[in-house]
């Protein structure tokens, strides 16, 4: 019996791969993700958005699993009771904030379940509000409270820019902080235990599920150190050659219902 025999458990992106652009779910995925509960499976998402931000994914997709925000940075329970929290140890905030803005590169802070910008007109801050479906909290000073930040992100849609803030902030925080795209033009920073393989590591230990039982689907590189540790990986088929080469398996894209597929032909085995 191979790894995706034994499957348990399927931990899946949201954007990019369970969600289409327009962050809307179609009705094969849906139906992908209850015959998983059918077959005695358990499904559970991880996303760099806030827990607040896949509330809209709860009932659709009958979640029971706890819901991994902030790429790991916030674990809550289903009914948004309970959390777990990474933050980013404080005096590294401003540090990081500055070299954002040095660069060139939009900083937006999250702070709980708060999202705080500077300029609600700046590049891609609508698109944020339709796929985390609340507001941003707009203010000139993002460092007033540096305590329970729990992701940074820098946003440019300048590649050269962004690989560039994207190595200095590694360079200079190393381990005391992850770093890593969760789309080409967002730079995600967390605490150094909040990236998608501690959040495998974590939902293996409390729904007692061996990591090899358990099958990753995403698309963006910080989906890599999840696909590292799982008994079988999935990239999505727009993803980049990089990613691709880090899985064990490559679906269609997010826009031909690739995540459906994934499920169907990889973990269900369906014909």
């Known amino acids: 019996m191979n790894k995706s025999d034994r499957i348990r458990m399927v931990l899946a992106?949201?954007?990019?791969?369970?969600?289409?652009?327009?962050?809307?779910?179609?009705?094969?995925?849906?139906?992908?993700?209850?015959?998983?509960?059918?077959?005695?499976?358990?499904?559970?998402?991880?996303?760099?958005?806030?827990?607040r931000g896949m509330f809209m994914l709860l009932?659709?997709?009958?979640?029971?699993?706890?819901?991994?925000?902030?790429?790991?940075?916030?674990?809550?329970s289903p009914d948004m009771t309970h959390a777990e929290v990474e933050a980013i140890a404080p005096?590294?905030?401003?540090?990081?904030?500055?070299?954002?803005?040095?660069?060139?590169?939009?900083p937006w802070v999250y702070q709980w379940n708060e999202w705080l910008l500077r300029d609600p007109a700046a590049p891609h801050a609508d698109r944020e509000q339709r796929t985390v479906q609340f507001a941003p909290t707009?203010?000139?000073?993002?460092?007033?409270?540096?305590?329970?930040?729990?992701?940074?992100?820098?946003?440019?849609?300048?590649?050269?820019?962004?690989?560039?803030?994207?190595?200095?902030?590694?360079?200079?925080?190393?381990?005391?902080v992850s770093v890593a795209r969760s789309q080409p033009y967002y730079l995600d920073i967390t605490h150094p235990d909040a990236?998608?393989?501690?959040?495998?590591?974590?939902?293996?230990?409390?729904?007692?599920?061996?990591?090899?039982?358990?099958a990753t689907v995403g698309d963006m590189p910080n989906d890599v150190?999840?696909?590292?540790?799982?008994?079988?990986?999935?990239?999505?088929?727009?993803?980049?050659?990089?990613v691709k080469r880090s899985a064990m398996r490559v679906t269609k894209p997010n826009t031909q219902d690739g995540f459906a597929e994934a499920i169907e032909r990889y973990v269900l085995h369906e014909r």
């Open 59 to 76: 009932e659709p997709l009958s979640l029971h699993t706890p819901i991994a925000g902030f790429n790991g940075g916030m674990l809550v």
């Open 195 to 214: 990236n998608k393989g501690a959040v495998l590591r974590k939902l293996s230990r409390l729904l007692d599920i061996p990591p090899q039982e358990i």
């Open 138 to 176: 707009v203010t000139r000073d993002l460092l007033a409270r540096l305590g329970g930040v729990i992701k940074i992100v820098g946003v440019t849609d300048d590649p050269a820019v962004m690989e560039a803030v994207e190595n200095e902030l590694r360079d200079r925080f190393g381990d005391r």
């Open 225 to 242: 150190l999840m696909f590292a540790l799982s008994g079988l990986s999935i990239a999505m088929g727009q993803s980049s050659d990089e």
């Open 13 to 51: 992106d949201v954007d990019g791969t369970l969600v289409l652009p327009d962050k809307t779910i179609t009705e094969r995925a849906r139906a992908a993700v209850h015959k998983l509960a059918e077959a005695d499976i358990a499904f559970a998402i991880t996303s760099g958005r806030p827990p």
């Open 91 to 106: 005096p590294l905030v401003g540090p990081i904030v500055d070299t954002l803005t040095k660069r060139g590169v939009d």
